[in-house]
């Protein structure tokens, strides 16, 4: 299992954990502003505004981004949710943010479950075979 796999399943999982306790709806930290997805969750490595700017391009989910989108201010905003190739940022420009977190919450469950399979057959790619022999009891002489 490569470390990417790993790092990129634990992110999943703990934004799928901070949407589902409402983290997106809390207005705490910027209440004069809407919440961004990705970049306002504990997955953004920008989140604490006390520490130094980081590029995007060192962010877990920038492999989900499509390759003409990664150079992008935001380039999570473009991560596809959906068949139709919705993204964050198509939903800010003509959805709502409760059209967005039902979308975001299909595509997180969905990606998680498809990096765990992946996981799984790195895991079962990288044990060694085993070879079960039957004796017959005979001697060769």
Known sequence: MTNDTRKLLTALKKELEFLEKGGYRSTARAPWRPK???????TCLNCDPTLAPRPCSECILTQLVPE????????????PLNERGETIDSFYRF??????????????KATIERVEKQKAKEQLAA???????????????
């Open 68 to 79: 003409d989108m990664q150079r992008k201010k935001f380039p999570c905003r473009y991560i």
């Open 36 to 42: 961004f997805v990705f970049q306002d969750s504990p």
């Open 127 to 141: 044990e060694p075979a085993e070879i079960h022999v039957r004796a017959t009891g005979r001697l060769i002489e």
């Open 95 to 108: 959805g709502t943010q409760e059209e967005l977190e039902p979308e975001l919450r299909r595509w997180l």
